[in-house]
T-cell receptor, first 113, second 113 residues
């Protein structure tokens, strides 16, 4: 069966510090990978998606970036965090066919102070 | 771009009462998916509707997809405290793929014992 791992679960970082969140998927090959952000009490905002190694599409311009160095590894980064980067970050995967549901990781709750 | 509106934003019900959340898309969808997010948790896929007018049931949950494939609803009969959480719909446009899934803002359900 497929599993998705995301870490850390919680993170408190000062403004201006760097960020690296990691996500790995097991049990499937060549998945679509996604990073979403959820502000408190709000919906899900798609940040990045990837259909393959080194292929990253950005949905929202911001000071965040994503990379996919391996088939089942997806990394969300920032060089300098802003207060507005606080939120709940969710990694997800899906199969490459359309109509494929998303499977989310447990999420990382980021607080920028 | 595609917009998915979901109402109501919040709903408080007494245990045993019914609950319904509605989802409307600005464009025709190829499918609509429903997710549930427990407090402090991550969204979990519930079901996908693909056919016009489709109705699917999962125990006390009934999901409907409109004839025009632009709206959907989730109805819970006789709510229980385990139903607490936020319910999201997510629509995929007719010509899209999972990376173009657009989430509604969610309906946060509180069930009072």
């Amino acid at each position: 069966s497929q599993t998705i791992h995301q870490w850390p679960a919680t993170l408190v970082q000062p403004v201006g510090s760097p960020l690296s969140l990691e996500c790995t998927v097991e049990g499937t090959s060549n998945p679509n990978l996604y990073w979403y952000r959820q502000a408190a009490g709000r919906g899900l905002q798609l940040l990045f998606y990837s259909v393959g190694i080194g292929q990253i599409s950005s949905e929202v311009p911001q000071n965040l970036s994503a990379s996919r160095p391996q088939d089942r590894q997806f990394i969300l980064s920032s060089k300098k965090l802003l207060l507005s980067d606080s939120g709940f970050y969710l990694c997800a995967w899906s199969r490459t066919v359309s109509n494929s549901p998303l499977h989310f990781g447990n999420g990382t709750r980021l607080t920028v102070t | 771009g595609q917009q998915v509106m979901q109402i109501p934003q919040y709903q408080h019900v007494q245990e045993g009462e019914d609950f319904t959340t509605y989802c409307n898309s600005s464009t025709t969808l190829s499918n609509i998916q429903w997710y549930k997010q427990r407090p402090g948790g991550h969204p979990v896929f519930l079901i996908q509707l693909v056919k016009s007018g489709e109705v699917k049931k999962q125990k006390r949950l009934t999901f409907q997809f409109g004839e025009a494939k632009k709206n959907s609803s989730l109805h819970i009969t006789a709510t229980q405290t385990t139903d607490v959480g936020t319910y999201f719909c997510a629509g995929e446009p007719s010509s899209g793929s999972a990376r173009q899934l657009t989430f509604g803002s969610g309906t946060q359900l509180t069930v009072l014992p």
